[in-house]
């Protein structure tokens, strides 16, 4: 399961995200990773340093590309020169499948810079699945859609958010990078069970998976990339592995950045759900 | 309202941006919504409440994203103008901005890409430091630009033998800006050994990072600049006025014989007919040739391009 078609078929392992904080780090002494995700709108510019990095990075290291404004849900127009771009990128770093949130952003052409939840409607699915099977056709590459942390719930929803995510990539038959972190995020602001949504989303069109830390606030969960991965994620990430095997693994990091030891580190702990599952499975062979 | 088959998607989507891009009051969300009821009425029409938080306070939450995102973006894309003016008046500044220039790119790269010229619009946000104000946020998007331009092959020097002076017309790197400035602003920023961490994208929730800098203010000083990029780094190059004309007139899409012309016409103004004029004449033709072989090993110049009268303030 965990090389399939939303994936390029790929087993790439675990890796981390492709920080500033960490260019010099990985440009001099080339750690051995195994792979690396940029998050592609920081890379879209027409020269200076930032492609400068990510081409000397490219021959070291695989790249998966994963961006924040798709805007899949928006009923804004696609930006077709957006989309250009995004092609032209995915042609230099040679990904094999790129990765986006299904959330909206814009509105009129005003953007938020934001990823914001959608209403899980069925206007909504029809919508969303619409334009990821443009932006899939276009791109010609598979494209993946992340489940967005959530702070707010939409009277007018007619499903869970599970239902939703089901529908959407069954409906523009799309992969999946599934965020245990935003799960667990959602789960608690929104009071509903991790594993529920774990249970009923289509497994087999997952192709990537999150992990990242959060911040526990007042009264509820904050989704802010700065923190070590939480012990409670963990479990849902070890059960999501022995629900689906081996997959392509990623921890974000994108605040108060430590070392790039630290982050790896941190990463790497996944091995050891990893190494639990397939234990078993070659006990049980 | 709550009917759910008659809020649409877009609708949805208006009246949730229309609320989270509504400024702060106290960073709070603002409790009155523009037609003077609460907010907490208009969040309900939309927006679910559950056993931890409002309507309201659900909604709040992005409204506080927003800005906090947009602010510390601008924050770090102008670090110079932040402690120039103290947080204060800076947040006050840019809360202003992005009600009337709201992103309409999908990049926080260009948020700031009005920002000098809404300085000029509202100068009584930065009064009475507008003209300052104005020139290091000029500077500042300078560097932007200058960070991530296109970069085009410059002519080689073996391509400007079959140059013709008189009708060719040079273009220059796209990352290359010229400015006129009253303040020593280029000594100003590099004061605040300010590396150059330009904004960008994540996925991560942000928590306000208020930054504190001292700085002395900028000398009042005439300086002509230069921003451009030399090995993918950003660099000032101080020009003094003659290089800066020729060089303004060169991007402006004049000829090189016109470029040269224009300049020694200019200086023949201000010089009488006299030895001392030729003399003058004649070291102003070195000191062009000078230049012209500086800029040339800088890269800044490319064959056919279009004119790119935004590289050039005033």
Known sequence: MPANKFNGFTNLGIGIGLRTAHYQKILDDKPPIDWLEIISENYMVDGGKPLEILDIVLEHYPIVQHGVSLYLGSTDPLNKEYLKKL???????????????????????TFSHDLLPMPYTFEAVIHAAERIKAVQDFLEIPVCIENVSSYAEFLASEMSEWQFLSEVSERADCGILLDVNNIFVSASNHDFNPYDYLHNIPLNRVAQIHIAGHSQLKKYLLDTHDAPVRDEVWQLYGHTIELIGKTNTLLEWDANIPSFETVHLEALKANRFIEAVENQLSKSA | MSNKSTIGLHKLQSLMANAIMRPLHNDDMQGIWIDGSPTSEYAAQFIKPNKKLTSFERLEIYNKQYWYRLLDSLQEDFAGLNAFLGHMRFDALIIAYL???????????????????????????????????????LLEWAEIKAFDALAITPLSTDSVKIISPTETILSTQPYLTLLELHYAIDDFLLQLNKEHNQSVESNGVSCRTIRFIKAARPKEQHIYLAVHRLNNTVYYKRLDKNQFLLLGSLMAGKTLVQACSELIDKKKDNNTRNDTGIQNQQKLISKINNSFATWMELGWFTKYGGRQNDQIHP
Do not use: M
């Not at chain 2, 509202?122 to 104000?133: N, R, V, Y």
């Open chain 1, 87 to 109: 092609k032209a990128l995915t042609q230099r770093t040679k990904a094999p499948f790129l990765s986006d949130h299904l959330c909206w952003g814009s509105v009129d052409g």
């Open chain 2, 99 to 137: 009600n009337r220039y709201p992103s309409h790119s999908y990049t926080l790269r260009d948020l700031g890409q009005n920002l000098p010229d809404f300085i000029r619009e509202e100068t009584h946000l930065t009064a009475p430091d507008s003209q300052c104000a104005y020139e290091i946020a």
